[in-house]
């Protein structure tokens, strides 16, 4: 049931935002709404402004105490450092936090340190002077798997720090190694234990927002459907499945890569293990299943503390979580390419849990791949920065006041085409990571 349900209203969601729509007339009385910037299509009541202009490469994004926002480019191997001069202003960079460190990615602040991972290490270092360069710069924990999806996760709490690192291939039964898993080590990492397993490709990991629970997104695998026919060009199966998962990760849970996907569907290619029954009914699945090959990256929760002090969003967008969906090449047409909000359930006795997905920015438009979404962060005003490493952006998310408009893509509004719903077969996504 969750995972019809979760298609249902993505395809709902989809039909709306991807529609041809010409431009509005304006209400009257209010103000026109901007217009969306690279051809971007916008839920109505949501705006979308560029805050970083040209940074190639942008990937995963953080804040400290300060309000320092650091953007991490693990091909330029540096994370670098911007600062906003005055509330709702431009982001200024500030300067490189970190050289050097080919393939870093993932990062977390905590108390005065920017924790920050390479595919094999960890490493933390602080910026006392506020100058936006690192110092103290330390490595943690080196000699870790790395490389196939190399994108290690990191999340730092009082008592240790959580990292992993997905599969070195699409479907590879690595259950004897460390890979496919998320460890809990100290905070000196000398000392380990296994959190859980049965993952593929889990690229950031938090707690959500008055809680405990380790919540991360993860990639569903390639090629479903080819042990059954399923080829370039003809994949019905395949386009469909398996789905993304927005997981809430436990002491000991096992997530059902490789073997088992989605709401307990084993792989045709592991149907005759004799413990397979066993494999799916250990499978936790997911809380949320979001659509198949959408390479779901980066996440944050709103947090309801600081929405209450900054009104940046309607009350009933706290505790909801917006993820940014990369896109994927293993489907007949360009899925994903978005920005979307994941919606829990406000009654804990009725759950409590994810309840349904909207798309809020869709990154295609015209028949056109506009932008590949990479990560989701909450900055201090409230509102949700998201970043592309194509075409290089950092983006500022906030809902609009007064009577609601949808933004309408420039190049809608400038007669240079329409926003198609149906995409070309034919184009491919820009070869970038996942």
Same mark, same amino acid.
């Given at each position: 049931?969750?995972? $019809? !349900?979760?298609?249902?209203?993505?395809?709902? *969601?989809?039909?709306?935002? $991807?529609?041809?729509?010409?431009?509005?007339?304006?209400?009257?009385?209010?103000? %026109? $709404?901007?217009? %969306?910037?690279?051809?971007?299509?916008?839920?109505?009541?949501? @705006?979308?402004?560029?805050?970083?202009?040209?940074?190639?490469?942008?990937? +995963?994004?953080?804040?400290?105490?300060?309000?320092?926002?650091?953007?991490?480019?693990?091909?330029?191997?540096?994370?670098? $450092?911007?600062?906003?001069?005055?509330?709702?202003?431009?982001?200024?960079?500030?300067?490189?936090?970190?050289?050097? #460190?080919?393939?870093?990615?993932?990062?977390?602040?905590?108390?005065?340190?920017?924790?920050?991972?390479?595919?094999?290490?960890?490493?933390?270092?602080?910026?006392?002077?506020? /100058?936006?360069?690192?110092?103290?710069?330390?490595?943690? !924990?080196?000699?870790?798997? *790395?490389?196939?999806? =190399?994108?290690?996760?990191? !999340?730092?709490?009082?008592?240790?720090?959580?990292?992993?690192?997905?599969? *070195?291939?699409?479907?590879?039964?690595?259950?004897?190694?460390?890979?496919?898993?998320? =460890?809990?080590?100290?905070?000196?990492? #000398? /000392?380990?234990?296994?959190?859980?397993?049965?993952?593929?490709?889990?690229? #950031?990991?938090?707690?959500?927002?008055?809680?405990?629970?380790? =919540?991360?997104? /993860?990639?569903?695998?390639?090629? +479903?459907?080819?042990?059954?026919? /399923?080829?370039?060009?003809?994949?019905?199966?395949?386009?469909?499945?398996?789905?993304?998962?927005?997981?809430?990760?436990?002491?000991?849970?096992?997530?059902?890569?490789?073997?088992?996907?989605?709401?307990?569907?084993?792989?045709?290619?592991?149907?005759?293990?004799?413990?397979?029954?066993?494999?799916?009914?250990?499978?936790?699945?997911?809380?949320?299943?979001?659509?198949?090959?959408?390479?779901?990256?980066?996440?944050?929760?709103?947090?309801?503390?600081?929405?209450?002090?900054?009104?940046?969003?309607?009350?009933?967008?706290?505790?909801?979580?917006?993820?940014?969906?990369?896109?994927?090449?293993?489907?007949?047409?360009?899925?994903?390419?978005?920005?979307? @909000?994941?919606?829990?359930?406000?009654?804990?006795?009725?759950?409590?849990?994810?309840?349904?997905?909207?798309?809020?920015?869709?990154?295609?438009?015209?028949?056109?791949?506009?932008?590949?979404?990479?990560?989701?962060?909450?900055?201090?005003?409230? *509102?949700?920065?998201?970043?592309?490493?194509?075409?290089? @952006?950092?983006?500022?998310?906030?809902?609009?006041?007064?009577?609601?408009?949808?933004?309408?893509?420039?190049?809608?509004?400038?007669?240079?085409?329409?926003?198609?719903?149906?995409?070309?077969?034919?184009? #491919?996504?820009?070869?970038?990571? %996942?």
């Amino acid at each position: 049931m969750r995972s $019809a !349900l979760g298609t249902l209203v993505v395809v709902v *969601s989809v039909a709306g935002i $991807a529609r041809a729509q010409p431009p509005e007339a304006p209400v009257t009385g209010a103000p %026109a $709404a901007p217009a %969306a910037p690279d051809g971007y299509i916008v839920r109505e009541g949501y @705006r979308v402004e560029v805050m970083i202009e040209r940074l190639p490469g942008a990937r +995963f994004l953080e804040f400290d105490d300060r309000g320092t926002l650091y953007v991490s480019r693990p091909g330029q191997g540096d994370i670098v $450092a911007f600062r906003q001069e005055e509330p709702g202003g431009p982001w200024k960079r500030l300067g490189t936090f970190i050289t050097g #460190k080919r393939q870093v990615h993932g990062m977390h602040f905590r108390d005065g340190w920017l924790w920050f991972t390479t595919s094999g290490a960890v490493f933390k270092g602080r910026d006392a002077d506020g /100058d936006g360069v690192g110092e103290d710069v330390t490595e943690v !924990l080196g000699g870790l798997p *790395s490389g196939g999806h =190399w994108w290690r996760s990191i !999340l730092v709490t009082g008592d240790g720090f959580y990292t992993s690192i997905g599969d *070195s291939g699409n479907i590879t039964d690595q259950t004897t190694t460390d890979r496919q898993k998320i =460890w809990k080590y100290s905070l000196d990492g #000398k /000392d380990r234990s296994l959190f859980c397993s049965g993952i593929r490709n889990t690229e #950031k990991l938090l707690l959500r927002p008055g809680t405990h629970e380790v =919540w991360g997104l /993860d990639h569903g695998s390639d090629w +479903f459907g080819k042990e059954v026919g /399923d080829a370039q060009g003809n994949q019905p199966i395949t386009d469909l499945n398996p789905p993304d998962e927005f997981n809430h990760y436990i002491q000991g849970g096992f997530y059902g890569h490789p073997f088992v996907v989605g709401d307990r569907l084993p792989r045709y290619e592991y149907l005759k293990r004799e413990d397979i029954h066993d494999l799916a009914a250990d499978t936790i699945p997911p809380a949320w299943s979001v659509g198949a090959h959408w390479a779901t990256n980066g996440f944050c929760f709103i947090d309801p503390g600081l929405n209450q002090r900054t009104g940046a969003f309607p009350r009933d967008h706290e505790g909801d979580a917006f993820i940014a969906c990369h896109g994927s090449w293993n489907s007949s047409e360009p899925v994903g390419y978005c920005v979307a @909000r994941i919606v829990f359930d406000k009654d804990p006795a009725l759950g409590g849990g994810p309840a349904g997905l909207l798309k809020i920015v869709s990154t295609v438009s015209g028949g056109r791949i506009r932008g590949r979404p990479v990560d989701c962060t909450q900055a201090p005003d409230g *509102s949700v920065l998201f970043s592309t490493d194509q075409p290089g @952006r950092v983006y500022r998310l906030t809902r609009e006041a007064g009577p609601h408009r949808r933004q309408t893509p420039r190049h809608a509004r400038d007669g240079m085409g329409r926003c198609g719903s149906k995409l070309s077969r034919t184009r #491919k996504p820009p070869a970038t990571p %996942a």
